[in-house]
Nanobody, 118 residues
């Protein structure tokens, strides 16, 4: 059974930091990318950050560059999202994803709420 479990969300004030964690278990063999999307109220889901384990390159959405950092451990299939200088507009449900090249499928976590008050 495939599972992605996020943790680390919460309520913070503008300017604070949070670190999200995500553990991918189950059919992880062949997984080559993990990362994060988010969905704010009444908005479309948007890509935030990702890691390509094939070459260890990281990718970021422009809106979070310089504030968010993605890191992780490919062997353990864990990915982190360090979020600094949070803004109210970062308020959203953050979803972890893992892409398996072997199964040609993207798996999703249940999401963790991040709320930033002004």
């Amino acid at each position: 059974q495939v599972q992605l479990v996020e943790s680390g969300g919460g309520l913070v004030q503008a300017g604070d930091s949070l670190r999200l964690s995500c553990v991918f278990s189950g059919r992880t063999f062949g997984t080559y990318a993990m990362g994060w999307f988010r969905r704010a109220p009444e908005k479309e889901r948007e890509f935030i950050a990702g890691i390509d384990w094939k070459d260890d390159n990281s990718y970021y959405a422009d809106v979070v560059k310089g504030r968010f950092t993605i890191s992780g451990d490919n062997a353990k299939k864990i990915v982190y999202l360090q979020m600094n200088t949070l803004k109210p507009e970062d308020t959203a449900v953050y979803y972890c994803f893992g892409y398996s090249e072997m199964y040609s499928k993207t798996y999703w976590g249940q999401g963790t709420q991040v709320t930033v008050s002004s």
